[in-house]
C-alpha cells in the first residue's frame, strides 16, 4: 500500500495510505455493521435460511422493512449533522394519519384537502420545534421531548373521543385512495421480488440528499451549522434558517411515512410510530453521524436502515425470539458508536503528520494506540 | 513601502480622530487618534487592556465611539454593526478565525458566499471553481494548499490564519485588521503568518497588526502606535524607530529593570533551598 501512495500525482499532497483513507469515509462504520450482520444470520442455524434458501423474497422483505424508516433516516442524518435532534417525528407520522384518517375516512373531507392539512400541520410542529430550539437555546432533545410527549396524548385523545377506537379504519372506501395509495405505497414485482414503492422513495431521497448535502451550498451550511455555528454565523451562514428548515424537512418527511402507513394499512392507528425516533436514530448514528453534529452521511443513515431491514427480517427469519429485535438493536447501537468512534479517533491522526511528509499505513499504525489496543501500558503520549 | 509611494501626502485608508470610549465608569479609550495607509501595515502594540480591542471594534462596527469620530476615505462614517463595517471593505480576521476544523479548506473558503452554477432548475456548487480559486489565491500569498479537499482541522495554526487572511482579501478587504495572528503560533508557523501579511500589504490594503510581540511587529510594521492605559502612548515610523525602542515603549524599562530584580530574587532563593 506502501508503494501504491508514493507515485500520487501531485507531489504536494499529503499522501496518506489507503488503509486510513478509507477510515475515514463517515460511511465505513455501517458497512463494517453490515458485513457483521449478514454473517451472524448466515451462520445462524436456522430452518429457515434467509440468505441461502430464500434469497428473492428475503431480500424484497429486507428492503420493505428498511425503505419503511429509510426515508426518515435520511432526513433525521441531515438535522444530526446540523448538530440537531427531533424526538417528535415517530408520533408526527401517527399524528399525520390520524388528521387525514378522521378528516377523511370518519368526515368524508376529500383526500385533497386533508392530506396537505396534514403536511401543514408537519411543517408548523417543525418549525415550532426549530423555533423554540433558536429562541430558548435549550438543547433539542429537552425540546423535542415535550412536543413528542403533546403528539403522543394528542394521537390518543383525539382518536379515541371522534371514533370511540384507537383505531380509523376503512380509508380504502375514500375516493382518491387508489391514486394515493399508487403514490406511497405501491406494490411492485420486480424479478421475484416484491417491494412497496416506499423503496424507490427511499433510494431517491438517498440520492438526491447525499448529491444535496456534497453539491450545494445549503450541503456545508448544514454541516458548518452543526460544526461550529459561531464560525458559520460570522461568516453569513443563516445558521438559524438552516436549522428552523431542517426541522420542518424531517416532519414533512415524517408526513411522507405516515401516509405511507395508512395506505398500505388502510386504517390509522393511534399507537403509530412508536419507537420509530429511536430506531431511525439507531440507523443514523450506525451511519457515522454524529450526535454532536457536523459530520456524518446520508448515504450512511440509509446503510444503517438496511442494517435495521436486515435485523427485523433476519431475527423472525432465524426462529429467534423477535422479543430480543429491540435489544439487538441495543446492542448495535453500542456497537456502532463505540466502531465509529475508533474509526474516527484512527482517522484524525492525519493531523499529527507534518505536511507534505508522507507517512505509509505502517508508521500509521505504529503511531496509533486506538489499534494496537491499550495493553503496552507505555501509550504514546509523544503523539498528543 | 517606497515603492508604493503612499507614504507622504497619501490619504488615510481609515482613521480615529480623538475617540473616547467608555464602558460604565471606564475609560477603555480616552482621546485616541490612530491612521491607517493602504499599501502599509500599521502595527498596534500594547500590553493587555490597553484598549487594543476596543479601537478595532470602533474599526469593525461592534462598538460605536462615545466621543471623537471614524473617518473612511476622509469621509466620516458611522458603523452600526460590524455589517456596515464589512460593506466599507473593512474586514477583521479575529482569534477563532470563524473556520469550520471539519470542513474542507475549499469549503472553508467560500462559506457564505458559495460560487454556484445552474443546473436545470436547481443550482450547484461550482466546486471546480472553489478548488481552482484556494489553490490560487493560497498560492499567490505563497502558501501551497497541497488539497483543498483536505480538512481545515488538519491544516498548521498558522496556515489556517493565513487561510483566514486570504478569505478577507479576496472578498475584497480594504482594511484588514488582524487580531493577534500571531499570538498562539510558534516561531516558524509566525513565520509563515507574517510573510502572508507582507505579501498583503503588496495588494495596497491597509493592514492594521494588533500583536503583543515587538519583534513581530519590528519585522513587517511600517507605522507603529503604542497604546496605554487607554491612550496613545506614541506613533513611529519605521524610520524613526528601532526593535529596543519598541519592547522598551512597550513595557518601559523601568519596569523591565524591576522585573528582572525580582527573577533574580525568586532563583536566589530557589538555589538557597
Same mark, same amino acid.
Given at each position: ?162 371514533? *370511540? @377506537? ?7 372506501? &375514500?375516493? !382518491?385512495?387508489? +391514486?394515493?395509495?399508487? =403514490? #406511497? ?102 451511519? *457515522? @453521524? ?7 452521511? &446520508?448515504? !450512511?443513515?440509509? +446503510?444503517?436502515?438496511? =442494517? #435495521? ?76 | ?273
Amino acid at each position: 500500500m506502501a508503494q501504491m501512495t508514493t507515485n500520487t500525482k501531485d507531489e504536494r499532497l499529503v499522501r496518506v495510505g489507503l488503509l486510513r483513507r478509507i477510515f475515514q469515509v463517515p460511511e465505513m462504520g455501517a458497512v463494517v455493521g453490515l458485513i457483521g450482520v449478514v454473517i451472524i444470520f448466515m451462520l445462524s442455524p436456522a430452518r429457515e435460511n434467509l440468505f441461502l434458501k430464500v434469497p428473492i423474497p428475503a431480500i424484497g422483505r429486507v428492503l420493505d422493512n428498511s425503505a419503511d424508516i429509510g426515508v426518515m433516516a435520511v432526513a433525521i442524518s441531515m438535522l444530526m449533522i446540523a448538530g440537531e435532534f427531533d424526538l417528535s417525528i415517530g408520533f408526527m407520522t401517527g399524528s399525520t394519519g390520524m388528521i387525514v384518517g378522521i378528516l377523511s375516512a370518519v368526515y368524508g373531507w376529500p383526500l385533497a384537502i386533508s392530506m396537505p392539512l396534514a403536511l401543514i400541520f408537519a411543517l408548523s410542529v417543525g418549525f415550532f420545534n426549530g423555533i423554540m430550539r433558536i429562541r430558548t437555546g435549550l438543547p433539542s432533545f429537552v425540546i423535542t421531548l415535550g412536543t413528542m410527549f403533546v403528539l403522543r396524548s394528542a394521537n390518543f385523545a383525539v382518536t379515541r373521543s371522534v371514533t *370511540g @377506537n384507537i383505531r380509523v379504519p376503512y380509508i380504502d372506501r &375514500v375516493p !382518491g385512495y387508489d +391514486l394515493m395509495n399508487a =403514490i #406511497f405505497s405501491y406494490r411492485l414485482s420486480i424479478g421475484g421480488a416484491q417491494f412497496y414503492i416506499t423503496l424507490i422513495w427511499w433510494f431517491a431521497f438517498t440520492a438526491f440528499f447525499t448529491w444535496f448535502m456534497l453539491r450545494t451550498r445549503w450541503g456545508s451550511w448544514i454541516f458548518a451549522s452543526g460544526g461550529e455555528p459561531a464560525a458559520a454565523k460570522s461568516v453569513g451562514v443563516p445558521v438559524e434558517r438552516v436549522k428552523v428548515a431542517l426541522f420542518m424537512f424531517v416532519h414533512a418527511c415524517a408526513w411522507i411515512s405516515g401516509m405511507a402507513v395508512i395506505f398500505r394499512l388502510r386504517s390509522a392507528t393511534a399507537s403509530q410510530g412508536e419507537f420509530l425516533q429511536f430506531t431511525v436514530l439507531v440507523a443514523a448514528v450506525t451511519g *457515522g @453521524n454524529r450526535m454532536t453534529g457536523g459530520y456524518g452521511s &446520508v448515504i !450512511g443513515a440509509s +446503510l444503517g436502515a438496511l =442494517i #435495521f431491514g436486515l435485523t427485523k427480517t433476519g431475527i423472525v427469519a432465524a426462529f429467534w425470539d423477535s422479543d430480543w429485535f429491540f435489544a439487538f438493536l441495543g446492542v448495535m447501537l453500542l456497537l456502532a458508536i463505540v466502531l465509529n468512534l475508533i474509526l474516527r479517533t484512527q482517522a484524525e491522526y492525519i493531523g499529527t503528520t507534518a505536511m507534505g511528509e508522507e507517512e505509509t499505513d505502517e508508521e500509521w499504525l505504529e503511531k496509533t494506540p486506538v489499534l494496537q489496543g491499550q495493553d503496552d501500558g507505555k501509550g504514546n503520549p509523544e503523539n498528543d | 513601502m517606497t515603492e508604493n509611494g503612499k507614504k507622504n501626502g497619501a490619504a488615510p485608508l481609515i482613521e480615529a480622530r480623538n475617540v473616547t470610549k467608555l464602558f460604565g465608569r471606564i475609560i477603555a479609550l480616552n482621546d485616541v487618534s490612530f491612521d491607517v495607509y493602504p499599501g502599509e501595515v500599521t502595527c498596534l502594540l500594547g500590553d493587555n487592556g490597553a484598549g487594543k480591542s476596543t479601537l478595532i471594534k470602533l474599526f469593525s462596527g461592534v462598538y460605536q465611539p462615545d466621543d471623537g469620530e471614524i473617518l473612511f476615505e476622509g469621509q466620516p462614517v458611522q458603523f452600526h454593526s460590524p455589517r456596515d463595517a464589512r460593506a466599507f471593505g473593512i474586514a477583521t480576521v479575529y482569534q477563532d478565525l470563524a473556520l469550520v476544523p471539519m470542513l474542507s479548506v475549499w469549503r472553508n473558503f467560500f462559506l457564505g458566499s458559495e460560487p454556484e452554477k445552474r443546473l436545470g432548475p436547481l443550482r450547484r456548487y461550482d466546486i471546480d471553481f472553489a478548488k481552482q480559486t484556494v489553490l490560487e489565491e493560497m498560492g499567490k500569498m505563497g502558501i501551497d494548499i497541497r488539497d483543498p479537499g483536505q480538512e481545515v482541522g488538519s491544516m498548521s495554526g498558522g496556515e489556517r490564519q493565513s487561510l483566514a487572511i486570504a478569505r478577507a482579501i479576496y472578498f475584497g478587504a480594504k482594511v484588514l485588521i488582524l487580531d493577534e495572528p500571531t499570538a498562539s503560533l510558534g516561531v516558524k508557523q509566525s513565520g509563515t503568518v507574517l510573510r502572508f501579511v507582507a505579501e498583503a500589504r503588496q495588494r495596497d490594503i491597509g493592514i492594521i497588526f494588533i500583536t503583543h510581540n515587538p519583534s513581530h511587529a519590528d519585522v513587517v510594521g511600517d507605522t507603529f502606535t503604542i497604546l496605554k492605559r487607554g491612550r496613545v502612548f506614541g506613533t513611529w515610523r519605521r524610520e524613526e524607530t528601532s526593535l529596543a525602542d519598541l519592547i522598551q515603549g512597550m513595557s518601559g524599562q523601568a519596569e523591565l529593570e524591576s522585573l528582572k530584580h525580582e527573577i533574580d530574587r525568586i532563583t536566589q532563593r530557589s538555589q538557597l533551598n
